[in-house]
C-alpha cells in the first residue's frame, strides 16, 4: 500500500509540475503579445507583375477608395483558389457593368505558400490588372488570422469582405450581408428612407459587422461531416460560449463582412494568428458596441480542409492566450 501511494503522489507531483509548465508558458506567450508588436507590422508592397512597379500600400486609416474589398487568405491553395477566383471576378465584372458606381478590389494573401499559389494569384493580377487584383506576400506562414489580418489593414473598400479560397460560400451570397448592413445602418443610425441619397452618408463610417452562418445547416452536416469535425465544432462552440460569451451560433465561417470604421477598430487591436480569430473579432465586437448581424449563407464542403484533430490543441491554445491576455488586462485595447 505504501508502494501505491508513493506512485500516486509522484504522478501526482508530475501533474501538477506539467499543469504549472503550461499555465506559465500561456502566460508568457500571452505577455508577449501585449502589443500588436508580434504581427507583421511591415507595410504590403503591391508589385505590378506587368511593369513590375510597385504600388503604393494604402492603410486602413486612409479614406476609402473602392466601394468594396475582397480579402483571401491563401495558404497552398494552388489547385483550389483559380475556381474561387474565377467566380469572384466574373460576379463583380458583371456587377461593375451593371452598376457603374460600383467599384472592387480582390487582395489575396499568400501566407508561405509552399506551392504554385503566388504563381496562381500573379496570373489574376496580369489578367485583370493590380488595381483589381492584389497579391500580399506574406513570406513564411502565419496564420489565417493573421493572413486575413494584413488584408485588412490595407485594403481600400468601404465594405470589407473576408472569404475563403476554397469557394465554399458563394460570392454572390455576399449581397446578404451587405443589405442587412445597410438596412441596420439605416435604421440604427436615423438615416431612413433618405440615407441612400444624402452625400453626407458613407457606409464607411458606421461600425457594424455581418458574419456569414452556416447554423442553419447543422443537421445535415453532422450527418455528412467526418466524426471529428463534428467533435470538433461541438466542443469548440462550448469553449467559445464560456470564453467570447453567447449571441453567435457560427463563429467560424470564413465569410464575414465588415464596414471600413470596424474593420479599423478589430483589425488594429487582433492579435490571434490562427483557427481563433474570429472568437476574438466576436469579443472585440462586444467590448466596442459593435452591432453584429449573423446570416444565413449557402455553403457546401470542398475537399482539401486543412481542420484536422491536430487543430484542437491549436484552438485550444489560442482561447487559452485570448482569455488570459484580456481577462488580466495584459491585453490592452486601443479605442
Same mark, same amino acid.
Not at 499559389?117 to 485583370?128: G, I, L, N, P
Given at each position: ?112 505558400? %509552399?506551392? !504554385?499559389? &503566388? ?6 493580377? *496580369?489578367?485583370?490588372?493590380? $488595381?483589381?487584383?492584389? =497579391?500580399? +506576400? ?122 471600413? %470604421?470596424? !474593420?479599423? &477598430? ?6 490571434? *494568428?490562427?483557427?481563433?480569430? $474570429?472568437?476574438?473579432? =466576436?469579443? +472585440? ?51
Amino acid at each position: 500500500m505504501g508502494l501505491l501511494w508513493t506512485f500516486v503522489e509522484v504522478y501526482a507531483v508530475l501533474i501538477l509540475i506539467a499543469l504549472f509548465g503550461l499555465v506559465s508558458a500561456i502566460v508568457s506567450q500571452a505577455y508577449r503579445r501585449r502589443q500588436n508588436h508580434t504581427h507583421i507590422e511591415a507595410p504590403a508592397i503591391f508589385e505590378d507583375p506587368t511593369s513590375l512597379k510597385q504600388v503604393p500600400s494604402p492603410s486602413i486609416t486612409d479614406p476609402a477608395e473602392k466601394y468594396i474589398s475582397l480579402i483571401i487568405p491563401a495558404f497552398n491553395e494552388e489547385h483550389r483558389l483559380p475556381g474561387a477566383l474565377v467566380e469572384t471576378m466574373n460576379y463583380l465584372q458583371l456587377r461593375a457593368a451593371k452598376d457603374k458606381s460600383f467599384s472592387y478590389e480582390v487582395l489575396i494573401v499568400d501566407d508561405g505558400s %509552399a506551392d !504554385g499559389t &503566388k504563381r496562381v494569384a500573379f496570373d489574376f493580377v *496580369k489578367k485583370y490588372t493590380v $488595381d483589381s487584383v492584389r =497579391v500580399v +506576400l506574406l513570406g513564411r506562414n502565419h496564420g489565417k488570422g493573421e493572413a486575413i489580418r494584413k488584408g485588412m489593414l490595407h485594403a481600400r473598400g468601404e465594405l470589407l469582405l473576408m472569404l475563403d479560397a476554397d469557394g465554399a460560400t458563394k460570392v454572390n451570397d455576399l449581397e446578404k450581408l451587405e443589405n442587412q448592413i445597410h438596412a441596420v445602418a439605416k435604421k440604427d443610425y436615423h438615416h431612413g428612407d433618405s440615407a441612400a441619397s444624402d452625400s453626407r452618408f458613407r457606409i464607411s463610417d458606421i461600425q457594424i459587422v455581418a458574419f456569414g452562418s452556416r447554423a442553419h445547416l447543422e443537421v445535415k452536416a453532422l450527418a455528412t461531416r467526418k466524426w471529428y469535425r463534428n467533435f470538433l465544432m461541438k466542443g469548440f462552440h462550448l469553449v467559445v460560449l464560456l470564453t467570447a460569451g453567447p449571441g453567435i451560433r457560427d463563429t467560424q465561417c470564413g465569410f464575414k463582412m465588415f464596414t471600413r %470604421a470596424a !474593420g479599423r &477598430k478589430l483589425f488594429t487591436n487582433m492579435r490571434l *494568428k490562427r483557427w481563433c480569430f $474570429d472568437v476574438e473579432l =466576436v469579443y +472585440l465586437c462586444k467590448w466596442f458596441s459593435i452591432p453584429v448581424i449573423e446570416i444565413s449563407v449557402n455553403w457546401s464542403e470542398i475537399p482539401g480542409s486543412k481542420v484536422n484533430p491536430l487543430s484542437i490543441p491549436n484552438m485550444l491554445w489560442e482561447l487559452a492566450l485570448m482569455s488570459v491576455g484580456y481577462r488580466t488586462g495584459m491585453w490592452k485595447i486601443s479605442k
